[in-house]
């Protein structure tokens, strides 16, 4: 099913772009092993040679296409953004180059060279940002367990994400699938995260329960956050 799905959209990737199509390929958990049919999302990067208003007209339903089947529409770059943006989205392609899957054209992410010196501000930056939207829609969601369950199992990919970074940041051995990141971050701030844990367990049930005890599992949750967010402003700033 992940195959035929990718495969579908390679084939409109080709005749929409034709040669200016560089390269289309698969990064995060679907390419880590991590991949959950129900939870996870696809995330592609489609390269092209160049990027006018033209390709986006082009873009526009394949992308349609491709969210219609769950999956957040494709990360679209031209080449030259690819290489000089590395200082910028440093995250986001240090995972790259630690897994990816290229599904078509050349390997443009395997030679290139990471700029760390905003690394540490990124993943510090994305906590905080990522940590205070959730208090802003948990804070909507208090009296709607339901609605409170799925905030928390939707956001904790997330911030699993981000953790491996603080994980990468502080010198630590990287994980990549969620359970062990929160395993090793547990070791690493030396404090116990049990409702990550408990959201996880969560997540892996397609049928969810909650209860009136909901609310106290988010408080637990933002508490955790909170100490991940202290433990990656605590490290050395040249990191």
Same mark, same amino acid.
């Given at each position: 099913?992940?195959?035929? $799905?990718?495969?579908?959209?390679?084939?409109?990737?080709?005749?929409?772009? @034709?040669?200016?199509? *560089?390269?289309?390929?698969?990064?995060?958990?679907?390419? *880590?092993?991590?991949?959950?049919?129900?939870?996870?999302?696809?995330?592609?990067? /489609?390269?092209?040679?160049?990027?006018?208003?033209?390709?986006?007209?082009?873009?526009?339903?394949?992308?349609?296409?491709?969210?219609?089947?769950?999956?957040? +529409?494709?990360?679209?770059?031209?080449?030259?953004?690819?290489?000089?943006?590395?200082?910028?989205?440093?995250? =986001?392609?240090?995972?790259?180059?630690?897994?990816?899957?290229?599904?078509?054209? $050349?390997?443009?992410?395997?030679?290139?060279?990471?700029?760390?010196?905003?690394?540490?501000?990124?993943?510090?930056? =994305?906590?905080?940002?990522?940590?205070?939207?959730?208090?802003? $829609?948990?804070?909507?969601?208090? #009296?709607? +367990?339901?609605?409170? *369950?799925?905030?928390?199992?939707?956001?904790?990919?997330?911030? /699993?994400?981000?953790?491996?970074?603080?994980?990468?940041?502080? @010198?630590?051995?990287?994980?990549?699938? $969620?359970?062990?990141?929160?395993?090793?971050?547990? %070791?690493?701030?030396?404090?116990?995260? @049990?409702?990550?844990?408990?959201?996880?367990?969560?997540?892996?049930?397609?049928?969810?329960?909650?209860?009136?005890?909901?609310?106290?599992?988010? @408080?637990?949750?933002?508490?955790?956050?909170?100490?991940?967010?202290?433990?990656?402003? #605590?490290? %050395?700033?040249?990191?």
């Amino acid at each position: 099913m992940l195959d035929q $799905k990718l495969t579908a959209l390679v084939d409109r990737l080709k005749p929409a772009f @034709g040669d200016r199509l *560089v390269s289309a390929i698969l990064y995060g958990s679907a390419a *880590v092993g991590d991949y959950n049919e129900h939870r996870s999302d696809l995330n592609i990067l /489609c390269v092209l040679s160049q990027l006018s208003p033209h390709e986006l007209v082009q873009s526009q339903p394949i992308f349609r296409w491709w969210r219609e089947q769950g999956n957040p +529409p494709p990360l679209l770059l031209s080449e030259e953004e690819v290489r000089t943006s590395t200082d910028s989205f440093p995250m =986001e392609f240090h995972d790259m180059q630690e897994h990816r899957r290229v599904l078509y054209g $050349k390997d443009v992410i395997a030679d290139l060279i990471i700029d760390r010196s905003f690394y540490r501000a990124q993943v510090e930056h =994305e906590l905080r940002a990522k940590q205070i939207r959730l208090r802003q $829609k948990g804070a909507e969601a208090l #009296s709607h +367990p339901e609605r409170l *369950v799925n905030l928390m199992t939707e956001s904790i990919s997330t911030f /699993c994400v981000l953790g491996r970074h603080a994980l990468i940041l502080s @010198g630590n051995t990287p994980r990549w699938k $969620k359970a062990e990141i929160v395993t090793a971050l547990e %070791d690493a701030m030396k404090r116990s995260l @049990g409702a990550f844990n408990e959201i996880l367990a969560m997540r892996a049930v397609r049928k969810q329960k909650w209860s009136d005890d909901t609310a106290s599992l988010f @408080g637990a949750y933002l508490k955790e956050i909170d100490s991940l967010v202290r433990f990656v402003d #605590s490290l %050395d700033r040249s990191s």
